[in-house]
């Protein structure tokens, strides 16, 4: 078997033909609410837990009806994220739109040459020009001609990437923006630290919070975890091309690696592939829980590495709360790693330490 054929960092959208749609709609849920106008929103969550492939999942959707053009994007394969600037971010959009128009949808647009100019050049940093205000005038131009000439009566972009840029950097880049919000329906990945605390009450006034948070995968996390276990499973599957009875074999494993991902689905991909890996190693086709057992050892050791000084036993304090006992810096960073982890159970948000974690720490698995 091809254990590299569940490649837990590459995330999927609607169309691709592998992809497994979440048992809680997140991505087709984002683009009603994009429809419907209620955004700009920030899409939020721990690392590993489908960000990108709902972004996509929701691009998709949009795409389906005459009303949307949708754009998505990966900032960070285009744009050095540790060096982004509101013009970069302006080039990026404007430029792809620009792309796609005259490339895919075969569309004059009609546009100042100066305009033109901005959006088919260089990356304004490698140009030395760092000012936004010229590249949004750009920007717009593009729109505002795009919708004139396009069938589409409204554009929505939804990028992904901003989470690895460095706090004020993000920021910077939401500003930006939330400052086109009156000519498109948003969409963005944001790292948590922007959302989370009163130092974000500006940001937060003006866009909405869409959090991606782990699938159910235990009876306590509520009604649907069966469902979110399934889900998990189903991925599985579907990237290893398995239907068989071998696949069906290895339901035990896939249930204890369920429960010990968290719900994360990268998490749950990469303990299965590591899983298979050991397998290898011991000249088996399939992993036995032995081959699991040191899979999650590793986890359980890349989490701890993580850790610093008192998170332990703050998790342990705040296990089943709301979190906002926690020190807000501590819970930022906590949840960006996926150490700590909110689920919604009954329309409450509570936070559990990472199961791998705790287990380590003497607590039972779930069953």
């Not at 683009?31 to 691009?59: D, H, Y």
């Not at 332990?312 to 705040?318: D, E, I, L, S, W």
Request: proline share 7%; net charge negative.
């Amino acid at each position: 078997m091809d254990w590299k054929a569940l490649a837990p960092h590459k995330p999927l959208g609607g169309d691709d033909p592998l992809h497994v749609p979440r048992p809680m709609g997140d991505g087709r849920r984002l683009a009603s609410m994009m429809r419907a106008g209620l955004g700009p929103f920030a899409v939020a969550g721990p690392v590993g837990s489908g960000k990108s492939t709902e972004i996509a999942t929701a691009a998709e959707e949009l795409r389906l009806g005459a009303e949307f053009f949708a754009l998505d994007l990966s900032l960070d394969q285009v744009l050095n994220m540790r060096q982004i600037t509101g013009a970069d971010l302006l080039w990026v959009l404007g430029g792809s739109i620009f792309e796609v128009t005259r490339t895919k949808l075969q569309l004059q647009l009609e546009i100042p040459d100066e305009a033109r100019s901005r959006m088919t050049g260089k990356a304004p940093s490698h140009q030395g020009h760092l000012e936004p205000g010229p590249y949004r005038d750009a920007f717009l131009a593009v729109i505002r001609e795009f919708k004139k000439k396009s069938p589409a009566s409204q554009v929505a972009i939804l990028v992904d990437g901003l989470e690895k840029c460095p706090e004020e950097q993000a920021r910077s880049a939401v500003r930006t923006f939330l400052s086109l919000k009156d000519e498109v329906e948003l969409a963005f990945v944001v790292p948590p630290s922007l959302v989370i605390g009163p130092a974000n009450a500006e940001l937060l006034s003006e866009l909405r919070v869409f959090p991606i948070r782990p699938v159910p995968v235990i009876e306590q996390q509520g009604s649907h975890w069966k469902e979110g276990r399934q889900f998990l499973a189903d991925i599985f599957r579907r990237r290893m091309g398995k239907e068989d009875t071998n696949v069906d074999a290895l339901k035990p494993l896939l249930e204890t690696a369920a429960i010990s991902s968290g719900g994360l689905p990268r998490t749950f991909l990469q303990l299965m592939r590591d899983a298979g890996g050991y397998a290898t190693v011991a000249n088996r086709e399939l992993p036995t829980r032995e081959d699991l057992d040191n899979a999650m050892r590793d986890q359980t050791d890349s989490l701890r590495r993580l850790l610093r000084d008192g998170d332990m036993k703050v998790m342990r304090v705040a296990d089943g709360s709301d979190g906002l006992e926690i020190p807000i810096e501590r819970r930022v960073r906590l949840l960006s790693h996926g150490i700590l982890l909110e689920n919604e159970v009954d329309d409450r948000v509570i936070v559990k330490m990472h199961p791998l974690l705790a287990q380590s720490d003497g607590e039972a698995l779930y069953a």
